[in-house]
């Protein structure tokens, strides 16, 4: 592969997969996928993307095979406490999709009062190393057992009395008798870069393509919003929209005690601040999206 092209691993097929894909669309990225499907290339700029299983992106770019990679953060906390390496990848930012939690579940007959129950109790999980951190922290000692899968049949089986494991809905823990008590860790998909310094054509790359990823995470809660309001209410109207920087007041004609107000809000702009702003004497409120921003 070239010197100048960026290399980024994402996950072929899997809960980051559309998250990923979207990322990159929305930063007007298009990935041509080769025949294998393992290996992709971008037209619009030079990055070629490697897919791959989430579990081998964070060992990708610690080793160099990639630049860059999107992760869960939970695995590649894993990664940093189970798998030393010399220079391990490093987490560039958060990206905001993917949010999951690593829960420890126990069965529902326990009357669970806190992580001092499972003194000398045996844990089954994927995640050993977040979770003996947490045990840690939590000054309690207890016995871990690493399980690639199934985790949640462990007690059942009587293999452990309790698990560490990802919750989303708990349904599968209902299934099994199994109650969250308390959670672990919380995790996003986060970027991550090889730690050694790009070639300067990479680097290149790699700044612009992470100034497109900021305006992305950016634009994606922003709105554009315009009403009109007495040229009284502007100091007060300002002050309640989210996020927003000084907005824009502009004359109506013939209303000599009226203005536009428009300002873009970084932060989500629900029903109850339209209310407000209305209340504060606004008319005419519109909240548009807003496709690109850039700082
Ligand atoms: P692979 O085949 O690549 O090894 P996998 O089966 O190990 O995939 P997935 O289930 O696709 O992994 O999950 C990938 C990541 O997505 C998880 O490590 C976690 O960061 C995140 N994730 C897991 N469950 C959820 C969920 N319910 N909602 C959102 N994100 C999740
Ligand atoms: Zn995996």
Redesign the pocket.
Known sequence: MSEERLRIAI??S???SDGCMELLKNCGLKISRGKDKLYGRVQEMPIDVLLL???DIAEFVADDACDIGIV?Q??FEEDLITQPREAPAEEVMTLGF???RLMLAAPKDWAFNGAGMLEGKRIATSYPGLTKKWLEREGVSARVVMMKGSVEVAPRLTIADAICD?V?TGATLDANGLKPVATVFE?EAVLIRNANPFSAARQAVFDALLKRIRGVMTSRDAKYVMMNAPRSAVPAITERLPGADAPTVLDLAGAPDKVAVHAVCRESVFWDTLEDLKALGASAILVLPIEKMMA
């Open positions: 996950q072929k899997g809960r980051l299983r989430d579990d869960g939970n695995v993917a949010r999951c990802i989303s995790s």
